[in-house]
């Protein structure tokens, strides 16, 4: 999801302001400092990239609200190695990419209004990405179980999502609260159906979150977002997707970048955490991610 300049602009000059009273409240303890490396410039079709997963030593992104409904293949340099169409498909408002050992799952549950009553995600089979440009994915309709009004609410709602996982045979989407400093866990199944997704705990993250990314090996999920357009990653030791999490949270704040809307988030193969950042006060690019203190 994506704002006027304008609107960013004045968002931001507002957080500056904030910005040091914020940060020394986070600083109660001396910690290891935490950053981001620019590893690439992404090329101007990716200027909205929204949401990100690494698959064959490649990311796969996705692009938000009114773009093409493709998937892109993009290699660390930033060039565009394929693009694959969802056939029969549309972008309303693509906003996470996730996937398992055989499926990717398109996230199109953009909702910033809080009105959507077409929230879907898109299940696409690894077995027919081979040689293909073009796939038909299977269709998984939901709607948010506690919703009962959809009445438009711009940038005031609880039921915006940007945030998804899979484990075993479910999906887990994380809400991007607009009115509150806390993200809902939502469940439904990763098969082809109509459901009603419902909700599963709270994860305290003190502003909007974006994207996320889980490793099973680790028991480790990762939440990126922003708080007064700060980005931050916040890291869940001992997450068990489907149970009610009592792990110790740690958050990293990015103060230095400020005003960089962060929208995707993956894992490499050598453990290494990306994220990107879609066209605002920064281009848009891939960027490398250090945690100072992480366990």
Not at 17 to 36: I, Q, R
Not at 108 to 126: C, H, M, P, Q, V
Not at 207 to 212: D, E, N
Request: hydrophobic share 40%; proline share 4%; net charge negative.
């Amino acid at each position: 999801m994506h704002f006027s300049h304008t609107f960013k602009i004045t968002l931001i000059l507002f957080s500056i302001l904030n910005l040091y009273a914020g940060c020394h409240e986070k600083e109660k303890e001396p910690v290891k400092p935490s950053y981001m490396t620019q590893v690439t410039v992404l090329p101007e079709e990716l200027s909205e990239n929204s949401g990100m997963i690494w698959y064959q030593g490649l990311i796969w992104t996705i692009t938000d609200s009114g773009s093409e409904p493709f998937i892109y293949v993009v290699d660390t340099a930033g060039n565009i190695i394929r693009h694959i169409r969802l056939d029969g498909v549309e972008n309303t408002d693509w906003e996470e990419i996730a996937q398992d050992e055989s499926f990717i799952y398109v996230g199109d549950f953009g909702n910033n209004e809080g009105a959507r009553t077409d929230l879907r995600i898109y299940k696409i089979s690894k077995s027919n990405l081979a040689d293909d440009t073009m796939v038909t994915p299977e269709v998984i309709q939901f709607a948010f179980a506690d919703q009962t009004d959809f009445t438009p609410n711009a940038y005031n709602t609880r039921f915006d999502c940007e945030a998804m996982i899979s484990r075993g045979d479910s999906l887990f989407l994380f809400t991007k609260n607009w009115i509150g400093a806390k993200t809902r866990i939502y469940s439904l199944p990763a098969v082809e159906g109509n459901y009603q997704a419902y909700p599963g705990g709270e994860l305290n993250v003190g502003g909007q979150v974006t994207a996320s990314v889980y490793s099973a090996t680790d028991k480790r999920l990762y939440l990126l977002g922003y708080m007064d357009y700060i980005p931050f990653v916040w890291v869940c030791n001992d997450f068990f997707p489907g149970e009610n999490y009592e792990g110790l949270m740690m958050q990293f704040l990015f103060p230095e970048k400020i005003g960089m809307q962060t929208e995707g988030i993956v894992l490499t193969d050598k453990g290494e955490l990306l994220v990107s950042c879609e066209q605002s006060l920064y281009s848009p690019a891939i960027l490398k991610v250090t945690l100072g203190d992480q366990p």
